[in-house]
């Protein structure tokens, strides 16, 4: 069975600040996938990654995916309070595989 | 364009009766996917469906059923409901299937008491 753990599970920080959220397994993904999702909505697609050390920007969030395709992390410059959200990661197996594995997921309070 | 739509929004129910969830794709999206989310976790898969035939069976029991119409839209069924089949049901749709990113509803918040 693949896991994702995330990481940390809480985060609150100030508008401004910056931050990092992790996602990480033992296994190897063929791409992996970042969702946000706000209460009472469903998780929205913010960006995949599939290459190892794949660096994706999204205005200021950047995403990298790690060398060995195990890990990635999710960095947010400048944090606004529109940011709040639970944030998902969810790895896919690669061909012939149609499960998403998703984490726990990190759940993000930027306070004004 | 009208993205993946659930109905009904909230439902609640009872221990031992049985439920049907409904899910319309976004236009042109040919795979439907279910997922289950309880408080405080992410989303499980429970399904995935393409072309009308089942391509994918997360880890969960034989009372979870489903089904994919002709115009790709999709039921969810469970039977025998549980205490713990109270969460939130999510459908998503991709163009073909595999673990493409999804493209998710809002889901149905489903309440067993």
């Known amino acids: 069975t693949q896991l994702l753990e995330q990481s940390p599970q809480f985060l609150s920080i100030q508008e401004g600040e910056n931050l990092t959220v992790y996602c990480n397994s033992s296994?190897?993904?063929?791409?992996l996938q970042w969702y946000r999702q706000e209460p009472g909505e469903g998780p929205v697609l913010l960006v995949t990654v599939v290459t190892g050390g794949e660096v994706k920007k999204l205005k200021r969030l950047t995403f990298q995916f790690g060398d060995a395709r195990k890990d990635s992390s999710l960095h947010i410059t400048a944090a606004q309070t529109g940011d709040t959200g639970l944030y998902l990661c969810?790895?896919?197996?690669?061909?012939?595989?149609?499960?998403?594995?998703f984490g726990k997921g990190t759940k993000l309070s930027v306070i004004p | 364009d009208a993205g993946v739509t659930q109905s009904p929004t909230h439902l609640i129910k009872t221990r031992g009766q049985q439920v049907t969830l409904r899910c319309s794709p976004i236009s042109g999206h040919k795979s439907v996917s279910w997922y289950q989310q309880v408080l405080g976790q992410g989303p499980q898969f429970i399904f995935q469906y393409y072309e009308k035939e089942e391509r994918g069976r997360g880890n969960f029991p034989d009372r979870f059923s489903a089904r994919q119409f002709p115009n790709y839209s999709s039921e969810l069924n469970v039977n025998a409901l549980l205490l713990g089949d109270s969460a939130l049901y999510l459908c998503?749709?991709?163009?073909?299937?595999?673990?493409?990113?999804?493209?998710f509803g809002d889901g149905t918040r489903l309440s067993i008491l």
């Open positions: 998503a749709s991709s163009l073909v299937a595999g673990n493409q990113p999804q493209h």
């Open positions: 296994s190897v993904f063929s791409s």
């Open positions: 969810a790895g896919g197996s690669g061909a012939g595989s149609y499960q998403l594995t």
